[in-house]
Each structure stands twice: as structure tokens, then as C-alpha cells.
């Protein structure tokens, strides 16, 4: 009887399934209902073979709802999460220290729900998993300084989408932002499920003022980096002009043809958020002092930091490039083009990674990275364990070449804060090469040091960050 039932249910119409649901309040009297579309659209988007996992945080959660209300949820949502206080989007993003509601934000708690949903559904199709993520500054209780906006963000195997609105201030009520919202995420379910519908968002249109107008980013990826993501690539080589490319001109992706790793490399690893002067400077030191070619090396994951979705890969890309272009790269000196040939993109967030990865590399570092690799909280507080990976690090044969840096005199846990961007109280900053640090011995008999007579620069990406 329950499965007969269950049969005469599922033949309703939308309108006789959701008696309860009236329709949408129009955004002004000439708006017509959504009502309807929303359900087709819900329909199509649960009728698809993709996996997702939605994580919202200020807005957007109504589309979960209506999402959850629409029969065949189950086989689309696979969580969804809304990290709405401090400590919870924290802990979705694990060492994020931009501002919460932004676009790079919404695309990296898109990333990480697609890693997530990696993690829930591991037997299904790669390319249809599916992370989804909205972070929103709407109207509420209280009178807000900012704008009121709203940033949607989806991440596939294969591409980052991102849309951003900025509302009519005043124009709104909660409830009515908050359905803008939801559209936002629906139609960009709809778009990473291949759900026919116009790519400028035809339901999302109807709710804009005259003065509104969504801003678009889509970065479709090179199969290497999805290959990369993925897993079934080890590194991708990008060589250009020799580090720059004149302006406008496409990444190249060349592991098969990068020969210059083809011997032992001497790899320069970095967030390079954002590439600086510094940089430049230690990467031309670094080649004159060894008389070698050096390799940008850029990891899409980091022990401290979130995955970086294709975006954010292409712009740090573009900018190491621009860094090494004498026709006007950013923070440009006299310095000589040519110093590195390429950027190596890999997955690999330790230096363990990047040692069994490339044998016999000489790494260039500051000497806040060369203490990082002696802490013993980055090995679980296991002494043994530490050691086990300094000592296979010098069984591969690598080597350090530590530059000086400004650091932090505090506390561990001030200056852990100092890292994920907030004031640090009463502590003083010094620059300290490598002679002043404190290792364990077997990490210092790898290294070479660079004094602070031969470099020195007091800047950093976090302060141009600002």
C-alpha cells in the first residue's frame, strides 16, 4: 500500500505538491511569479547525475530549503552546511584570512565543499561532483555600515564560476534579499549541472532593480590542472617568455616539454599572494649564487591554507609571470628578466611532498618557512615523526638556500595569529636570517644561508595584502 501510495504522490503536479507554498512576493507589482520556474528548475537540477555540497554562511540558506522540498533531493544533495558563526566559518576554512564576505571567500568555501563532496561520494564521477557556496551581507535587526551583497560561488572539476551582486540598499527586505539569494544559487546549481538555462541568469534577472547588475568570473580549466586536482598528475610545467608572457598571452601548460627539470631543480615555493619585488630579488640572488636556472613552485594545497580553486591558481600565475615581464610587470625593478623559466604548478603542501616529488632539489626559503619545517606542531607534537621527515628529506638529497626574514618575537600561539591576520599585542618584529634561528640539527646541516648583507627586504604579501 505505502509503495502505491507513494506512486499516486509522485504523479501530482507542482502546484497540487506544494499547496502549502504560495508564490513568491514580487520584487515590485509588474514581477511576475517565480514559483513555478523555481520547481522545474529544482526538478532538472535533481533529474541530473551531480553530486553537490552547499555551505552557506549570511544568506542563501533558503535555497537549501527549497532544494530539500523538491522529491528527488537526495540524489543531488549529498550535505549541506552553514558555518554562519566566526568559529564555524573558521573551521570551514581552515587558515582563510580574507574578509568573510567577498568573492575570493565564496570561492574558496566553494572549493572546499567540492572537496567534501569528493570525500562523501568517492565512487561517482569526478566530473560531476559539485561544490556550491553562497556568502552574503543582507538587511537585518540592525543598521549595516557596508553595501548589501551577495557572492555565489561553484566549483567543478573542470571550471570556478563566481557571481557577485551588490543590492540596492533600502530597496529590500530580509526575506526578499534572501530570495535573490537563493535564485543566485539555484541558477548556479542549474549552470554546474548542466541544466539547460541562459548563462546571464534569466530568473535572477527578474529580481534586479534597474541600478543592479550581476558580475560574472568563470575560469574554465586546462585539463592538466584538472588532472592535477584530481590527482592523476603529479606537476604541471608552465614555462613562458622565459617567466613572462607578453601581456595577454594564454599559460602554457608544458610538463612534457619542460626540460629543465628534467636534472635536479632549484625551486622557489610560495603562496606568491601576491608575487612582490622581494621576490624577484631572491629568485635573481638565488640563480647568480648558484649559478642555476630557478623554478617558481606554486602548490594548489597548503598546511595552512585552503585549496586554491582555478581562479586564484591563474591569477597567481599571471602575476609570477607579470613579476618577470620587463614591459611594466608589477613592482618591476631593473632587475634582469630571465631569471626563472617557468612555474611549476603541483600539489604537493609539504616539503616532503616536494622532495619525493623532485629528488635532489635545492628549495629556496625564508627563514619563517625554514622554522615552520622544524615545528613540531606541523607533526602532530611527535617528535619521532619530525625527525623521520628530516631525515628522509636528506636521504633524497635536498638542500635549503634560507634567505633572512622579518619575524615575530612571541609566543607561538601570537604568532599563529599574527599568520591568520589579526593583531598580535605587545610583540616586536626583528629580521633574522638563518645563524639566529633555532633548529633541530639535522634540518640545519641541510641549509645554506644567504646574510642579511647579501638580502634584505621588510616587506611581505600579507602587508600588500593589506
Known sequence: ??????????????????????????????????????????????????????????????????????????????????????????????????????????????????????????????????????????????????????????????????????????????????????????????????????????????????????????????????????????????AGDPIGTKEGQSLRTDQENFSPLASPPILFPGAFNPPHVGHLRIAHLAAEHLQRTVHWELSIRNVDKPTLDFVEIARRLAELQALGNPSGGRNRTDQEPGICQGVVLTAAPTFLDKARLFPGSLFVVGADTITRIGELRYYHHNQRQRDQTLDELASLGCRFLVFGRLMVDAPDHQVQSLREGQAVENSQVSFRTLGELQLPDSLRALCQEMTAAEFRFDICSRDLRG
Open 1 to 238: 500500500m505505502q509503495h502505491v501510495a507513494l506512486k499516486q504522490h509522485e504523479s501530482r503536479t507542482p502546484e497540487e505538491y506544494f499547496p502549502h507554498i504560495t508564490e513568491t512576493p514580487p520584487v515590485n507589482d509588474s514581477a511576475p511569479s517565480i514559483h513555478s520556474e523555481v520547481i522545474q528548475l529544482i526538478q532538472a537540477i535533481h533529474a541530473s547525475d551531480y553530486q553537490a555540497v552547499v555551505a552557506v554562511t549570511g544568506g542563501g540558506s533558503h535555497a537549501i530549503s527549497q532544494l530539500l522540498m523538491v522529491p528527488g533531493a537526495s540524489r543531488t544533495i549529498l550535505e549541506a552546511r552553514i558555518p554562519y558563526a566566526p568559529s564555524a566559518f573558521e573551521d570551514w576554512l581552515k587558515g582563510w584570512t580574507g574578509q568573510a564576505c567577498s568573492g575570493p571567500a565564496a570561492r574558496a568555501m566553494a572549493m572546499a565543499a567540492w572537496e567534501r563532496a569528493r570525500q562523501l561520494a568517492p565512487a561517482a564521477n569526478p566530473q560531476q561532483w559539485v561544490g556550491l557556496a553562497c556568502t552574503a551581507s543582507l538587511a537585518t535587526d540592525r543598521p549595516k555600515q557596508g553595501a548589501h551583497r551577495i557572492h555565489v560561488a561553484v566549483q567543478t572539476a573542470s571550471h570556478t564560476g563566481l557571481i557577485s551582486l551588490t543590492l540596492h540598499k533600502g530597496a529590500r527586505n530580509r526575506i526578499q534579499e534572501e530570495q535573490v539569494a537563493a535564485h543566485m544559487l539555484l541558477c548556479m546549481l542549474a549552470q554546474a549541472c548542466a541544466v539547460e538555462i541562459a548563462s546571464n541568469f534569466p530568473a535572477v534577472q527578474k529580481l534586479l532593480k534597474s541600478d543592479e547588475r550581476l558580475e560574472t568570473t568563470r575560469q574554465v580549466a586546462p585539463s592538466a590542472w584538472t588532472e592535477l586536482l584530481l590527482g592523476q598528475r603529479q606537476w604541471v610545467g608552465h
